[in-house]
């Protein structure tokens, strides 16, 4: 379907969508062919409005599969723009460099699955032998597989710049360092409207000069999962508060909730009155897996013995394997490696724990309170905007094993504050981290920056016909 509009600036613009409608033959014509959908088609979701622009005419409006082309005049240029509307459905491509399977991927594919299911085309980039590239490809989402080295980049970026132009990607999404690079000069050379870098960590800015035009040049939003994080990358890159959001990871409730099924963990002999204290997280340094080690010990010394359980893959697990040899509690700690009964893992605990020295929001610790489980975390990054001492959990100093094993303790010793804090962290999960509120803020933000696009809600500038 084309439907040819007026060659000069028509009477209608600025005019509301719904006095066009039987009014203007083209627009009648539009909503008995296509079924309506005006904010959507012309006001980007957002806008009910057309804004007033003098050099600015509709010249044509075509239909190309589940979404529409506009093809916008400009009798002061040669050329065309071209905004390419998603109102109903965005394309959107996720990279990520990492190898590993822990929080960050499995944000990724979340994000991915729950948008897919709302009519969304998703892709994913990333290394060959990286397992959240094999989770995709299991689930049926298009992908690319890039090579893993440092010098890669170049061809990285010029295979992402032809495979993002090739599939009209309207969205272009890394979430890592190296993938950061190839896909912000990958999504500029295709032309890509819109680039969102994530941050899903709390770490040290490393070469603040040199990273600089990753989050300015290379990417035109930010998001972090934590509010903390977001004013960290603010006062360190001078962005404005337009350029920054914070989106916490959602929690699929339907899985993680305190009724259904509990992993088995058996307890050695002699152990099967000792708590259940345990892990979900990457095996890394950052995670403090080893300070929880040396706190157990602390406690065993003190009459208070406690099993640990550490759940999860990494580079790091020689450090922790060290210091439980030295701590000697090789009877009382269990590696079970990657799992993908999480909620079940957790219903099985009697403390969930994240004493991490460097993070943003822990999506365990989210899941671990909606599965009913008492929580507690370091006061390092986004930790204690979730896990709120004395409201849904209890927080002690980062790299302080002492103080770690008094929190420990209190968690059972007293039962009863337990108890309250358990119950308010269950609430609080439900009423504000839940998936689909996640999910609808990201399609906020998609419609409101890609309604923005060079200032004009153009997204797209190809050469006149």
């Not at 697990?317 to 993908?340: N, Y």
């Not at 929580?375 to 709120?388: A, C, K």
Request: hydrophobic letters at 40%.
């Amino acid at each position: 379907m084309l439907l040819q509009g007026p060659a000069q600036q028509p009477d209608w613009i600025g005019k509301p969508f719904v006095d066009l409608v039987g009014h203007v033959p083209q627009f009648t014509d539009l909503e008995n062919g296509l079924g309506g959908g005006y904010e959507v088609l012309l006001g980007f979701a957002r806008h009910d409005r057309i804004k007033p622009d003098s050099t600015v005419a509709l010249q044509s409006i075509r239909r190309t599969g589940a979404d529409f082309a506009f093809c916008l005049s400009m009798e002061s240029a040669s050329h065309y723009r071209r905004w390419r509307m998603s109102g109903r459905t965005l394309t959107i491509a996720h990279t990520e460099s990492s190898l590993a399977w822990g929080g960050q991927e499995i944000r990724i594919m979340a994000e991915m699955t729950g948008l897919r299911e709302r009519g969304h085309r998703m892709l994913l980039a990333a290394p060959t032998e990286s397992l959240i590239l094999q989770r995709a490809v299991e689930a049926g989402f298009e992908v690319l597989a890039l090579q893993n080295s440092k010098w890669s980049l170049p061809g990285n970026a010029f295979r992402l710049a032809d495979w993002l132009g090739r599939h009209q990607v309207d969205v272009v999404n890394p979430h890592s360092s190296r993938d950061g690079w190839a896909a912000g000069i990958g999504g500029r050379l295709a032309g890509v409207p819109l680039i969102i870098r994530s941050r899903h960590f709390d770490v040290p800015f490393g070469a603040r000069l040199f990273s600089r035009a990753v989050y300015t040049r290379l990417a035109d939003h930010l998001i972090t999962t934590s509010p903390v994080v977001s004013a960290n990358f603010r006062r360190a890159y001078a962005l404005g508060g337009d350029r920054v959001s914070t989106i916490p990871t959602g929690v699929d409730l339907s899985a993680f909730q305190p009724d259904g099924p509990k992993a088995d963990f058996a307890a050695p002999r002699g152990q099967g009155r000792w708590p259940l204290v345990g892990m979900v997280a990457v095996l890394r340094r950052a995670k403090g897996h080893v300070h929880m080690v040396k706190a157990a010990r602390i406690l065993h010394d003190q009459g208070m013995p406690i099993r640990l359980l550490f759940v999860g893959d990494g580079p790091s697990k020689a450090p922790i394997v060290d210091e439980i040899s030295r701590c000697q509690l090789e009877k009382a700690v269990t590696f079970a490696g990657h799992r993908d009964d999480i909620p079940a893992v957790l219903r099985s605990l009697d403390c969930a724990a994240f004493p991490s020295l460097r993070e943003c929001i822990p999506q365990g610790a989210m899941q671990a309170m909606a599965c009913g489980v008492p929580v507690l975390g370091s006061d390092t990054g986004g930790i204690p905007s979730v896990i709120r001492d004395g409201r849904t959990g209890r927080i002690f100093p980062a790299g302080d094993s002492e103080a770690l094993a008094d929190s420990l303790a209190s968690v059972f010793k007293q039962r009863q504050r337990t108890e309250k804090l358990r119950q308010q962290a269950l609430r609080y999960v439900r009423e504000q981290h839940g998936l689909p509120g996640m999910l609808d803020r990201l399609e906020s933000l998609y419609a409101r920056l890609l309604s923005d696009c060079n200032g004009a809600g153009l997204c797209e500038t190809v050469p006149a016909a």
